[in-house]
């Protein structure tokens, strides 16, 4: 009897920890198995977005301690743009399937056009967090060692969160270059750093239509934009948002500390016409801001930048709107919300 009862104290733990880790073994199979039947509804649902996705390959792995879909050259397509990464990594812990990680490899083809332009990095992942109704509440993106043919990024990072019926967002940019213009190459951008709010909260459509959700009402109010950029450095608040033809439309007060050598920076480099420059100059003098430490009204309208009214930039459209009669929309900068 002692003999027996030894034996049982061995093997019914034994049993139980098989018992276990054979019903974990069926669950885990069973989570793998929505897993990949999730994959045809993504496409699905993007579509009627307005987002033409091709998954490629999809492999479903990672047993025991997570979930893994790995895509193989998969490629998404909305309205003017395309994405074709060589390979996408989809991870997640099967007990928390609402929380992503996207680890999207490191050759990339950007474009509108179906080759696109190569763009490499040495990192490029996401995290994504979905609330119970499957909304987005918080997604974040960090890439590293961006390069394509004219330029490259040392980082890139976007952060945003939902608060109620709007995105909070902060974004961040470190070490960019232009490699195409030889002994002319530009200063390096420093760093940008973005925080503002987006509202409404973009979806899928806006994903698909980025200046279709911005002439349905779409608005970037910005809290903060501080920049460091050879002699152009400062900061600014204001709202951005498109006009009709997929140009920036917005009202900014910037502050800078330097902005005589701004403005010689933008004469240098042939953006700005001279006749501007000084006429720009004279009226920051007019109004008391000829300073080098100074605070400027900035407007961007009509696909154009002004300072204290002046122009001194051309803004190209920032996305394609197709015509004719595109969506009417506020065309007075005055009707922004600036700060300062």
């Not at 733990?13 to 509804?41: E, F, I, K, N, S």
């Not at 450095?233 to 951005?240: L, P």
């Not at 140009?247 to 800078?256: D, E, K, N, V, W």
Request: hydrophobic content about 45%; aromatic content about 6%.
């Amino acid at each position: 009897m002692p003999a027996l009862l030894a034996r049982l104290r061995i093997l019914l733990p034994a049993a139980g920890l098989l018992l276990a880790a054979g019903g974990y073994t069926l669950w885990w199979h069973a989570v793998a198995d929505a897993v990949r039947a999730r994959v045809p509804l993504v496409v699905a649902a993007c579509a009627e977005a307005g987002i033409v996705v091709d998954p490629g390959t999809a492999e479903v792995g990672g047993f025991p301690y997570r979930v893994e879909l790995a895509l193989q050259g998969p490629v998404a397509a909305g309205r003017d743009w395309r994405w074709a990464p060589e390979r996408v990594q989809v991870f997640a812990q099967p007990w928390n399937l609402r929380h992503l990680v996207v680890l999207a490899g490191t050759a990339h083809r950007w474009g509108g056009e179906p080759g696109g332009m190569a763009l490499a990095s040495d990192v490029f992942r996401a995290s994504l967090v979905h609330g119970r109704d499957g909304a987005l509440e918080r997604i974040s993106i960090e890439a590293t060692g961006l390069s394509a043919p004219h330029w490259s990024l040392d980082r890139m990072e976007l952060h945003a969160r939902r608060t109620g019926g709007d995105f909070e967002t902060a974004g961040k940019l470190e070490g960019g270059r232009s490699v195409d213009h030889g002994a002319a190459t530009r200063p390096t951008i420093e760093y940008a750093l973005l925080e503002g709010t987006l509202a409404p909260v973009p979806g899928l459509r806006a994903l698909a239509d980025p200046a279709g959700w911005a002439l349905a009402g779409g608005i970037l109010e910005i809290s903060r934009f501080t920049f460091a950029w050879g002699p152009l450095q400062g900061d600014a608040q204001g709202t951005v948002t498109l006009d009709g033809a997929g140009r920036p439309l917005g009202a900014f007060t910037l502050r800078t500390g330097n902005f005589p050598a701004a403005i010689r920076f933008l004469e240098d480099q042939g953006w700005t016409p001279s006749a501007a420059a000084r006429a720009a100059e004279a009226a920051t003098v007019e109004a008391g801001r000829h300073t080098a430490e100074t605070s400027i009204p900035v407007t961007v309208q009509d696909g154009a930048l002004a300072v204290a009214g002046v122009p001194l930039l051309e803004i190209p459209p920032l996305v394609p709107v197709p015509a004719p009669n595109p969506v009417r929309r506020r065309s007075h900068p005055g009707e922004f919300r600036g700060s300062g």
